[in-house]
């Protein structure tokens, strides 16, 4: 393995001698580390400590990238389970409230093992097809991993077994604040887009307009939104009935699509503007209709940049959700609240953790999608 | 155009949350505030009241506007914080629990057609709390005692919320009442800090912290070593947590009074200290925290 993956190497090696482990007394107390021999017992150690020389030796050993991948991937899942394994161990003769989570050296090794993988598969170029496929091989195994119970004892899971059923409604919450203004930003922006390539003497208004928006930062907009969609809810008829609160999901859900305007607008702009004129005129020249060219030359040469502002805003507007829970919109922001108000990590990560997948998983998936599009650059 | 897109912005959001006739009940975003709601919630709902859950909502404004607005029906408040609801921060009487109640009682009443229902014989108000290992050795027991220290040159590292050292009734008035001032570097200032993370950086001596602003039913108290020092001088306004609920509300169900004063009754500060502590140091959702309670002193049935 001669090159930069190498260095990677070092620090894979050196985790093993890292803290795997961190035991808390309770959930708020301070962590002691375990090593490996501690976490896991000498005989059991012994045999990471085998399996990680072997692993090490089949990276530098191994050439081609489909292999590499492999064994890389192979040392994601086993060390996760190894940690599920250790925290129980730790865990077994602790009273309830203890808590066991992964310590420095886990970490590390998970960041080698993922960049690994992550490397391998820029080196494989695979297919959007097999993308897709690869995503959900992911999910499913994470999903496989979780169900089976090996992780059950890891702090994030505890703090996952007292709350699973907020933990799936917020999730659904988390969604649809982020799919929902997603959709109805599209609905709206994609055909104010199209307007503005006719009309290019507001374009720049407009556009500036919506740069002002991006910048007001994400907790002041959802304030600001209070008053007007509280004097909405008490003002005009009905309103309120539909849901629409001051507090809640709706100013949360403005919010959003506002934030999503500027990215599908500007890339429906961009879009339509960069089909070439050579391509506009020849389609003028078959005699098509304004409304034949713009449905089928403008908008499907288009379409690849308008999605790409589909996934910046999918990926941003995952993200910026969480922030909804300050104001009673709920959300996986609701467990990062909660756990700074406590102190409680493990409770930060339960709201972080689903929010990183989430918002990678979507963009791994747009990806594909865009690069399955006719004539999209490959 | 943009009217239009935000019309259609709010019909889709108004589809997420649906129209309710249940009692709302909600609660600020804090610890105790998540076991105090889930009591309520259990309670109501043990005597055959339908309830929506909008449990631990956000920061005390959010909840208040919430309330005022009728989005939520019902949520424990702490009498000392009517003081700021009406302005009316300066008056002594705050800091006489009987006084403080009645007047919240009469002022939301008349003011806000809310009702404040039997409170929580336990005050949670602000505090400093110094580490054992450094209050023993200086004798330092009451706040009386720390003033002195301080200003003899005692070694302190305060961890507190940007709004305990900057809100007038808070560090101020304790530093007025008991002859100290803690400059900026005996001050670690928190911004919208938990007392959770005061207490665990004084516990941990993160950033040489070694003293805490804490609330009088903190659960983490007794885990941490510290101890909080007497208000000898009753400098503090008292926060008697109490649930309100709108008159229209309480009205419909008037049953609710009569259902939630045995519970509150029942909430010394020693018991908020144990429930707080149940949720925040051993992880237990407020929600069994609270059926547990419940179920232990015989109020469900």
């Not at chain 1, 909405?232 to 859900?253: D, K, S, W």
């Not at chain 2, 309330?67 to 408040?77: H, N, R, S, T």
């Not at chain 2, 665990?200 to 003293?211: I, K, L």
Request: proline fraction near 5%.
């Amino acid at each position: 393995m001669r090159d930069r993956m190498a260095i990677l190497l070092l620090p894979l090696a050196a985790s093993a001698v890292l803290p795997l482990a961190v035991f808390r007394a309770n959930r708020i107390a301070a962590g002691q580390p375990h090593g490996l021999v501690d976490t896991l017992g000498p005989g059991a150690a012994g045999l990471a400590l085998g399996a990680l020389a072997l692993v090490i030796g089949a990276l530098l050993a191994l050439h081609r990238p489909v292999l590499r991948v492999a064994v890389a991937a192979g040392l994601l899942v086993g060390l996760i389970l190894l940690m599920g394994w250790g925290a129980a161990r730790l865990a077994a003769d602790a009273p309830p409230q203890a808590r066991v989570g992964p310590g420095t050296g886990f970490w590390i090794a998970l960041a080698c093992a993922g960049l690994l993988v992550i490397d391998g598969m820029t080196r494989l170029r695979p297919g959007p097809a097999l993308r897709l496929a690869l995503v959900a091989l992911a999910v499913g195994a994470g999903w496989l991993i979780l169900g089976s119970g090996a992780l059950a004892q890891l702090s994030v899971l505890q703090e996952y077994q007292n709350r699973s059923g907020a933990f799936w409604r917020e999730g659904a919450k988390h969604l649809w604040l982020a799919f929902g203004s997603f959709g109805v930003a599209m609905l709206a922006g994609v055909p104010a887009g199209i307007l503005l390539t006719r009309l290019p003497r507001i374009r720049p208004a407009v556009l500036n307009l919506l740069t002002m928006v991006q910048t007001i930062p994400s907790i002041a907009l959802f304030g600001m939104l209070i008053v007007p969609l509280g004097w909405v809810a008490a003002n005009l008829p009905g309103a309120a009935a539909l849901g629409i609160r001051g507090i809640g999901m709706a100013p949360a859900f403005v919010a959003l699509f506002l934030y999503s305007l500027l990215p599908i607008v500007a890339n429906t702009v961009a879009g339509l503007t960069g089909v070439p004129r050579s391509v506009t005129e020849a389609a003028d020249g078959m005699g098509l209709t304004a409304r034949q060219r713009m449905l089928r030359v403008d908008i499907p040469l288009a379409l690849p940049v308008i999605l790409t502002a589909a996934r910046i805003v999918l990926v941003q507007n995952i993200g910026m959700a969480t922030v909804g829970a300050l104001i009673g919109a709920g959300g996986f922001g609701t467990f990062v609240f909660q756990g700074v108000g406590q102190t409680a990590t493990d409770l930060i990560l339960l709201g972080a953790l689903p929010t990183v997948a989430l918002a990678f998983l979507t963009s791994a998936v747009m990806d594909a999608l865009i690069a399955m599009l006719p004539g999209a650059a490959r | 155009m943009i009217r239009s897109v935000l019309l259609s912005a709010v019909t889709a959001a108004a589809l997420a949350t649906s129209a309710h006739a249940q009692v709302v009940v909600s609660s600020k975003i804090d610890t105790e505030g998540g076991v105090l709601g889930e009591m309520i919630r259990a309670v109501l709902e043990n005597a055959g009241i339908e309830t929506e859950n909008r449990l631990q909502l956000g920061g005390t404004p959010v909840v208040r506007q919430a309330l005022l607005a009728g989005e939520i029906d019902i949520y424990p408040e702490y009498t000392g914080n009517a003081a700021f609801f009406f302005n009316r921060a300066e008056d002594p009487l705050w800091k006489d629990a009987g006084a403080a109640y009645a007047e919240a009682k009469k002022l939301d009443q008349e003011e806000n057609d809310v009702v404040w229902l039997t409170p929580a014989p336990a005050n949670n108000t602000w505090g400093i709390a110094l580490r054992t290992d450094v209050a023993e050795p200086a004798g330092v027991r009451t706040l009386s005692d720390f003033g002195k220290w301080v200003s003899d040159g005692g070694e302190v590292k305060l961890a507190a919320s940007s709004e305990f050292v900057n809100s007038a009734p808070a560090l101020p008035s304790f530093q007025a009442a008991y002859g100290f001032t803690l400059g900026a570097d005996q001050l670690i200032v928190l911004s919208g800090g938990d007392t959770a993370a005061t207490i665990q950086a004084a516990a941990n001596g993160t950033s040489g912290a070694n003293a805490a602003m804490v609330y009088g039913t903190d659960g983490q108290i007794a885990f941490s070593d510290l101890t909080v020092l007497e208000d000898d001088k009753q400098v503090q306004p008292v926060y008697q947590p109490a649930p309100v609920v709108r008159a229209e509300v309480l009205a419909e169900h008037p049953e609710i009074e009569g259902l939630l004063q045995p519970v509150f009754e029942k909430l010394t500060l020693e018991t908020l200290q144990d429930l707080n502590g149940k949720v925040q140091v051993e992880g237990i959702p407020a929600a069994d925290v609270a059926q547990e309670f419940l179920t232990a002193n015989d109020l469900l049935n």
